[in-house]
């Protein structure tokens, strides 16, 4: 079964940065598209940052020139680089991926249990 362990959340002053980052284990052929989104308290969840197999990267406008992500095929993982954090970048972040289980099924979303990212201003 396919998971998605996130590490790197916590507690930064505005200004500051902040690591994410996103293993996947499990049993699959490839994995194609990988992305972040987050969800702020009463908000819908958004995505801020995705990357797909080629290395080609799309942000959310808000973040953009801020955030980085990237990702690591050999160890199935990936990143996202936060600077100059906001109070409004609050949020629980959760990390996305689409892997290729079967070589005959589409591949298959899956999520990340989330990582609480704080910004104090």
């Known amino acids: 079964q396919v998971q998605l362990v996130e590490l790197g959340g916590g507690l930064v002053q505005a200004g500051g940065s902040l690591r994410l980052s996103c293993a996947a284990t499990?049993?699959?052929?490839?994995?194609?598209?990988m992305a972040w989104y987050r969800q702020a308290p009463g908000k819908q969840r958004e995505l801020v940052a995705d990357?797909?197999?080629?290395?080609?990267?799309n942000y959310a406008d808000s973040v953009k020139g801020r955030f980085i992500i990237s990702r690591d095929n050999a160890k199935n993982a990936v990143y996202l680089q936060m600077n100059s954090l906001k109070p409004e970048d609050t949020a629980v972040y959760y990390c996305?991926?689409?892997?290729?289980?079967?070589?005959?099924?589409?591949?298959?979303?899956?999520w990340g249990q989330g990582t609480q990212v704080s910004v104090s201003s």
């Open positions: 996305n991926a689409a892997f290729r289980e079967k070589f005959y099924l589409a591949p298959r979303r899956y």
């Open positions: 990357i797909d197999s080629g290395g080609s990267t």
């Open positions: 499990g049993s699959f052929l490839s994995i194609t598209a």
